[in-house]
């Protein structure tokens, strides 16, 4: 491409009289990102460069003229490297939005129809998880497979026309068989709420559906740390040098995500009890204190612990969806509803959530730091 | 004899499709048995389903429906476990090697035997693509490729380096663990040879094949796969160390294949040289065209009324178009009523309105017609008076042989395979020079006697060389000579290492044509030794033979025809440096050019 007729007029500018320092002039850039002479050779042929030019440079062939200008000229690769897709953050952002809006709206409709576990946030996970494997459509990794020779013998129409693009390797992480098994699991699960009716009294029951908001609200969160954390292992994908370095580069980016999405997780609950006691306070004696000292006090110990629950039990199966496990997300959504709220009593569904919990986080902690996690 | 035709479908089924070249050849030589072994471009299914071939419904029930077996080279890894512990320590031994190879300079060599071995491990246990995008290869492709001595002059590898080139060696090695080796019928050892058609991937499992079972191969290559890889990687999204390794591969590959092929069948004597340089044995190549069913056409009708130069090939700046339209301007200059039109489609966005503008800003855009796709490239021709070729580089004859057959003169720059398609029936000018293509248009527009005379040498020319016949005839007389110099069924041979060395004639060549179909030939069913190994040192094959398929088939003599043709050169050398000195050559000096030009033919 670089060989113009601008690149031409450069060589008889140069007016000296190596004939190879012209071709060298002309021919700067395919000789420095070649990768071996037979490169440049057929670089210089597909240039229109023939024995002739060749017998100019007295040299016997093309082949021969190839290997001086790969000596003589030092390798030098392009240094702008393609950077990732720009507007990462609005992208981000934009999808944390979408999601959070997707699972508030069942749950605030189950919440309505009156549930009493927070069994509900789990049933919107996979609800979170269908737009992940939906849009997961990886940038990086082997785009396509470029070595399809030419075809072993079509008409000659077939040089009248662009050749035809080869077919492109899906990436690892687009795997849309899934999607309607999460659909339909999502659908499954939002049935099967209005059933678990728990409800010992009004007011555990209110406190129980802004919690339940306040959680459906934070699977934003919980996407955009999964979308965040992709985008820091693509970045050191591209910065380390080794697979160790790689690891030990990725080791503090879990904690770090998981924190952030359970200090939303904690403020937007927070914010929830605080709207429920602006609008409905505590039955019974006045306390006293101030709108926040109530709204903390409103939940009890375990609400909270069962809280912090549901956004591990949230984020993690996210990331394990964003990061090319959709079978092994979907599995932890499944087993994190099912040990939440197969348990009849609060405090059985606690341990049942926190084994499942600890099993994930058992499971994703190597799987997300391996470098094929973030194509 | 069994023959496994081995290609790579870039689209599923479009090889075997009306016209292909490997269809052409299956219907010319009916007395062998070809199977198809296609690495097919998406997820096909591994099996077997006949596909006639094209006029197979007259003589359906005649013609043996070739098998054909598929198998994906891109898309999704196919499923399978990852090896053991200790099978894995084989495996990256094997890789380690192999890996070497492509990376350290010095330590070329051990490409085959690590390519080899890991065939040989991945027909056992099928583990091969597991293998290679599990993290223990991963460190075996890190660690060689950080070492001190690997080849790393523009930039160290990072680790999406190291994950991108594992998942790219991963696919290119699939063959390695294809279903398609061992004896049984269906498998490669059981054929008499391979027929490798288009080289690259499609020619690891020829080359596994000939390892494990002794079974030789011939490699057809159309415009050649490694070249193609080189061309086609400057454009590829790969960072600079990726692209020198998969290069790395392909061009040791391309040489192993060079080394081990029996006989080698370019299509034209430019890729012969590229061929050389790879390391092909010029004794063992034989060049052969490509024919075309199109030698049947009729040549074009009469010329249009309107002197019409005719140009065709995708609209992108390797094809030059603009050189066309600037010639162009110059012949308009001296004939008014001249007119130009260009056949493609743009292959480079934006290129045609780009051309237009030249046309505009060149004055002849009235005169210029942008014609696009045409139904045939048969059409094309008809339009114009003669033909133009201004690309910058041709490396596969075949769009220059249509124009040559359908009777037009031809008018190309004097790249790649134009000097010796075109040769002394038209006129080749040096690429990127408005003023000597303008010159040998107007030569030609001016003189219907020697435009007419080209024309024809030209036809006759194309229709000698790219004929269908004597491609099916020198492929018939390369596999009866293959393997009347191998020894027949190797893996059956009693002791191959310690007895007595296989005779080659030791059969007579009618022995592997006689009609399977009705009797058997005992040996065959005699089920060999499966994975028997055999010294695989081919037969050093005979220099009569070299040169006795120059004179048996005509148009693999290509030395006779190219390289000994000095008059006709000089001749048109002469033409050459007078048209590209600017100098138009006057009307009275034309006849006796084009005189000398059709004499030679």
Redesign the interface.
Known sequence: ?AAG?GA?AVGLANGSGDPVREVMAEHRV?CE?A??P??I???L????L?P?AAARCRHA?L?SLAEELYARVP????SA??AGPAGGGRARRGAALRTAGLAVLPCAAAAALGAGRPVLLVAAVPLVLVPAAAGSTGA??????????????????A??????P??P??PAGARRWWDPALRGAGLAALLLVPLAVAADGPEERRVTAALVLAAALSTGSAEWAARWYRHVGRG????????A??RSRMRPVLPVALALHLAVLAVLSFAALAVLTALAPRPGPAHGGGLLHLAAERAEPWQWAAQGLLGLLLVLPVLLARCGRPGAAALGALAGAAGTAAPPAPSAGLLGGGAVALALLLYAWPVLG???AH? | MRVALL??G??PR??RGA????D?LVDGLREHDFAWYVLA??AGTAGTGGTSPTDAGADAEDAARPAVHELA????RPAGRAPGALRGRQYAAAYDRLVRALLRPGERSGFGPGLYRLAELARADGALPAFL?S?RA??VL?RVW?SPGADT????P???D???AA??LE??LRPLSAPWYGTAPGGLGAADLCHV??????ALPALVAKQLHGVPFVV?E?????????????E??Y??PV??L???F??ALTEETYRQAAILTPGSAHDQ?WQR??GADPARTRVVY?G?P?VERPAAGPEPDAPTLVW???L???R?PELALHAFARVRAELPAARLVL?????VPGYRAHCAAVAERLGVADAVEFAG??R??AD?WADGTVVVFSA??QR?P??L??AMLSGRAVVS????VAREVVGPTGLLV???DPQALAGACLALLRDDERRARLGLAGRLRAQERFAVEPVTGAFREIYLELVSQWPAFPAAAPDAGAGPRPRPFARPAEYWITDRRHTEPPEAAAAPVPGDPVPSDPVPSDPVTADGTGTGTGNAGSGSTDDGGTADRADGAGALVALSRGRLPAAGEAPDRAGSFAEAV
């Open positions: 491409m007729g031409a395919l990102r990768v071996d037979l490169e050779a057929a670089g042929a597909e240039a229109g023939g002739a062939d082949f390798r030098r690769p392009p490297e393609p990086g990794g082997a785009a396509a497979a470029p070595w399809a020779g030419p075809g072993p013998g079509e008409g000659p129409e040089e009248l026309g662009p050749v035809a080869c077919a390797t899906p050191h994908l591209g910065a380390a040098a080794t697979l370095e790689f391996r470098p094929d194509r | 290609t790579e870039v689209r479009s090889p016209g292909g070249w490997c052409r471009g998406t080279l891109w898309g999704r995008v993290d991963r460190r890190e950080r002059s523009a930039g160290q990072l680790v999406c190291v994950l991108v998942d790219l696919q290119c058609v288009g080289g690259g991937p499609a057809t159309h415009g050649l796969h490694l070249r193609e890889q080189y061309l086609g990687y400057r590829a999204p960072r600079w692209r020198a998969l290069l790395a392909f061009r040289q340089h790879c490509e075309t199109a065709a090939g995708a992108e700046p390797g030059d056949h493609g489609e743009e292959a796709r045409p045939s490239a094309a910058l580089s596969r075949r769009l042989a249509d720059t004097d790249v790649g040096p690429p990127r």
